[in-house]
């Protein structure tokens, strides 16, 4: 019999969650209770006491009652919760786990959950989404009803809400697919700038037996595939548009935090990497760039994107970050350089060409890359069918290199 762990602060929000529990278990599954309020629970008696998970965290509940600190109660309940709901998964107690919340709960369960694969399924039942919470949300396989009204109380809209999560979570656990037979998962960085070199590459790589994912370079998308890569779902990244690291940098629209290029460093994933789209910031309109940009090279390719150019100055400190992540690398990882343009864009003729910038990159590139990392040039824009079966072949090399992750047969 499948078990759900319903997570929640039973101090503020008991009624509620023992109605969940209740529900779950008419539908003839079984509900484990999980505590992460601060102060003694109201109606819903939990199996998981406050202080149990108070005690994972760090800290006793006493302690942080006395200390009167939301923010702090909030991580420590967290960290202590996310412990407890991943061993209870990994030992097969739990197949599912829900929670409701308003929006300081909704950060601390998202947290917590976020310690759970990414196919696990979860679930929040919430009133609002805080923007604390979006670094768990949406990345992480988490996903959120909105509650119509406060979770506060029960009444005739809020009781079919939370019957209809439960009922949606109850299908999650009803739809498990079996991947053991699956091909082997290559992630891949796509944006229109690169599409046709990540549509040549693709070809190559399922042609030799792999099966290809791609993530958009649009904030999500990069902090998407991290995720994925660092729950171990693939075994080689072709990640030839890092370019989110630039509106990291620069202010743009689409960063993905600090974790961008790092999970297949530091997890020895097989990996290839390229400057794409490196040489442009995405401020989204005209009127949200900052005013020390205003007199630089611009263009509008449509009206949710406002490109700016990258300079030389620029494109020294992008390649010493980037090569930094790359450094990072306990597997084998290598650097591909299309040195006509790394861009539809800044090709020949087009009108973010500028080879002086694109230069100073990969002689920056080259100069903070560790020595032991192969970087292979072509004279080649970066959608030509040279450079992406080049990108390719290189992966399938650093593939093979790793002895677990052998290249399937043909």
């Known amino acids: 019999m499948d078990t759900i762990a319903v997570l929640g602060t039973f101090d503020t929000k008991g009624r509620e969650h023992d109605f969940v529990a209740n529900e779950i278990r008419r539908r003839g599954l079984q509900a484990l209770l999980i505590d992460v309020g601060t102060f003694a629970p109201r109606s819903a008696i939990p199996d998981f006491p406050n202080s149990e998970i108070a005690m994972s965290?760090?800290?006793?509940?006493?302690?942080?009652?006395?200390?009167?600190?939301?923010?702090?109660?909030?991580?420590?309940l967290s960290t202590g919760a996310s412990q407890v709901i991943r061993r209870l998964a990994d030992e097969g107690r739990i197949q599912g786990v829900i929670s409701l919340s308003g929006r300081s709960?909704?950060?601390?369960?998202?947290?917590?959950?976020?310690?759970l694969p990414i196919t696990f399924p979860k679930m929040i039942v919430s009133s609002g989404a805080p923007g604390d919470a979006s670094a768990h949300i949406g990345v992480t396989g988490i996903v959120i009803v909105p509650s119509l009204v406060d979770v506060s109380g029960l009444?005739?809209?809020?009781?079919?809400?939370?019957?209809k999560a439960i009922g949606a979570l109850c299908g999650m656990l009803d739809s498990q697919i079996d991947v053991s037979t699956d091909k082997p998962l290559i992630a891949a960085t796509v944006s229109p700038d690169t599409a046709d070199c990540v549509a040549r590459a693709r070809i190559v790589l399922e042609a030799a037996g792999y099966e290809v994912v791609v993530f958009q370079n649009d904030g999500i998308g990069g902090r998407s595939m991290e995720a994925l890569v660092e729950a171990g779902l693939v075994v080689g990244v072709l990640d030839v548009t890092p370019s989110e690291w630039v509106d990291e940098l620069l202010g743009g629209i689409a960063g993905a935090g600090p974790g961008r290029l790092a999970a297949?460093?530091?997890?020895?994933?097989?990996?290839?990497?390229?400057?794409?789209?490196?040489?442009?910031?995405?401020?989204?309109?005209?009127?949200?760039?900052?005013?020390?940009?205003?007199?630089?090279?611009?263009?509008?390719p449509s009206a949710r994107s406002y490109f700016m150019r990258t300079n030389a100055e620029e494109s020294v400190e992008l390649a010493r970050t980037v090569a930094e992540k790359i450094n990072l690398s306990c597997g084998p990882a290598s650097l591909a350089i299309p040195t006509r343009a790394i861009s539809a864009i800044s090709a020949p003729g087009q009108r973010f060409h500028d080879p002086i910038a694109d230069k100073v990159l990969f002689q920056a590139l080259r100069a903070y890359l560790r020595k032991d990392i192969p970087v292979h040039e072509l004279n080649a824009e970066?959608?030509?069918?040279?450079?992406?079966?080049?990108?390719?072949e290189e992966l399938l090399s650093n593939i093979a290199k790793v002895a677990k992750s052998p290249r399937p047969a043909q």
């Not at 965290?57 to 420590?76: C, F, P, S, W, Y």
């Not at 970066?382 to 390719?392: R, V, Y």
């Open 57 to 76: 965290g760090g800290a006793t509940i006493e302690e942080l009652r006395e200390k009167k600190d939301r923010k702090h109660a909030n991580t420590i």
């Open 105 to 115: 709960g909704t950060t601390l369960c998202a947290a917590a959950m976020s310690a």
């Open 155 to 163: 009444n005739r809209i809020s009781r079919q809400v939370f019957a």
């Open 382 to 392: 970066i959608n030509d069918q040279g450079f992406a079966e080049l990108c390719a």
């Open 264 to 300: 297949a460093a530091r997890n020895g994933v097989p990996a290839v990497i390229a400057p794409g789209r490196l040489d442009l910031c995405d401020f989204g309109s005209a009127e949200a760039v900052p005013k020390q940009f205003e007199n630089r090279l611009f263009c509008a």
